[in-house]
């Protein structure tokens, strides 16, 4: 395997439409984070984001290239679809790749499962819950919940629904729920580095075939209650960041709002709305299907990955002790970057 390896920016015209076209020929590789659009994107905001063009253009990879030649996911933490886009008979191994983009490794967390090459790579797999809206009845298969809740905040208040918000404002009150959020629950906030305020920005603004912004929002007259970025490739559409007014917990705005952006989407051309990994309660109430990722590395992995995997391991059950939460913090500033 031959690869030429450079800076997203440095990618042609010419070899963004190939990418485009190879994405095309299969529904697994239509996620808007397995496109040149969202490498470039990326490429805009980190300067260590690379694309790889496999056998002049049979394929296409992209990541991040870290001190020591350590190779991550293009996007860090933020990418919820990992891969390589290629015509069906190019020949790879995760190594051969790992090789031929001139890394001494690399680990991955959201990668395609469907993808033969990499089973020997994956270490754990998970669900990522979608639903195919072509097998969608919203009568039927909508949450019995949701409905309650959209009819209970219609009799209350004055709800309004937005597809798409353009508007500043809205990204930052949903970056500040976000944010709130993270301190409640311990999460490591991302918005910590100032790369990944830049690169929700710039994906908000997106508006490519392969990647743009929807800022889906809910309102209550005049005050947003609920909002969620999502990204659009084509007629796939991936929810990646929802946040709501926590005073305003008791009404579910959230709820609410998944449930009109699903009725929403088949007039804006979607026909599959992905959740992205993770079985959280509302993720379940609405799928009717899902795709599987992996996670793992290939190649050997750092000394202190394991007591890491322990420090995630704790955060999930609740059990975390200070120990462990310092191993988390700095697993994902390190993941982050």
């Not at 301190?183 to 305020?197: E, P, Q």
């Amino acid at each position: 395997m031959h690869a030429d390896v450079g800076h997203p920016s440095e990618l042609s015209a010419e070899q963004a439409a190939r990418w485009r076209a190879l994405q095309r020929r299969s529904p697994l590789l239509g996620s808007p984070f397995l496109g040149p659009s969202f490498a470039q994107v990326v490429g805009a905001e980190r300067s260590d984001a690379r694309v790889a063009v496999l056998n002049d253009g049979a394929g296409f990879f992209a990541f991040h290239r870290s001190r020591g030649r350590i190779g991550s996911p293009l996007g860090r933490t933020l990418a919820d679809y990992q891969g390589v886009v290629a015509q069906p008979d190019l020949a790879w191994t995760p190594e051969q790749l790992t090789h031929a983009c001139g890394l001494r490794s690399y680990a991955f967390d959201h990668v395609l499962a469907s993808q033969a090459q990499w089973q020997s790579a994956i270490a754990a797999r998970e669900p990522s819950p979608i639903v195919d809206l072509a097998r969608f009845d919203a009568e039927k298969d909508m949450p019995r919940e949701s409905r309650q809740k959209a009819r209970r905040l219609a009799r209350d208040g004055e709800p309004r629904f937005v597809w798409h918000e353009p508007g500043a404002a809205a990204l930052a009150t949903l970056v500040e729920w976000k944010r709130r959020q993270y301190a409640r629950t311990g999460v490591y906030d991302i918005f910590a580095h100032d790369w990944v305020a830049g690169l929700v920005s710039r994906l908000h603004r997106a508006a490519e075939p392969d990647l743009a912004g929807v800022l889906a929002c809910l309102y209550d007259g005049e005050d947003l209650i609920a909002a969620q970025l999502a990204l659009v490739a084509g007629a796939v559409m991936h929810l990646w960041m929802p946040a709501y007014d926590p005073d305003r917990a008791d009404q579910s705005p959230g709820l609410v709002l998944q449930r009109e952006i699903l009725l929403a989407a088949p007039a804006h051309g979607v026909t599959v709305v992905d959740f992205g990994k993770g079985t959280d309660g509302y993720k379940g109430r609405f799928a009717n299907g899902t795709i599987e990722v992996g996670a793992g590395s290939v190649q050997s992995a750092a000394p202190w990955r394991a007591a890491a995997a322990a420090a995630r391991a704790s955060v999930q059950a609740g059990t975390r002790t200070r120990l462990q939460g310092r191993i988390y913090r700095a697993e994902r500033r390190a993941q982050v970057g």
